[in-house]
């Protein structure tokens, strides 16, 4: 069965951190890529950073050098750090593979809100 869990998020003013976790189950997350998504209000979802299996990781621009992504092979986890936040951070975010299948099953995700 697939399965995705997110947690980590809150309520954060600007230039405080976050650390997301999603727990994957092995059928999505073994010997694949993973990635972190976020949807603003009104908008789509975008991409925001992504791991290979073998730990080669990828960011969006707008969130280079504030976020780090990794992942733990062992327990089917991945993780974003995310440091010095704005105000534009601010959206629900998902982890799922890198990039999603089209038929690709999304979790509840965890809400990121960032404060001026």
């Known amino acids: 069965q697939e399965q995705l869990v997110e947690s980590g998020g809150g309520l954060v003013q600007a230039g405080g951190s976050l650390r997301l976790s999603c727990a994957a189950s092995?059928?999505?997350?073994?010997?694949?890529?993973m990635g972190w998504y976020r949807q603003a209000p009104g908008k789509q979802r975008e991409w925001v950073a992504g791991i290979t299996s073998v730990e080669i990781s990828r960011y969006a621009d707008s969130v280079k050098g504030r976020f780090t992504v990794s992942r733990d092979n062992a327990n089917y986890m991945v993780y974003l750090q995310m440091n010095n936040l704005k105000p534009e951070d601010t959206g629900v975010y998902y982890c799922?593979?890198?990039?999603?299948?089209?038929?690709?099953?999304w979790g509840q995700g965890t809400q990121v809100t960032v404060s001026s």
């Open positions: 799922n593979a890198w990039p999603p299948t089209r038929q690709a099953t």
């Open positions: 092995g059928r999505i997350f073994s010997g694949n890529a």
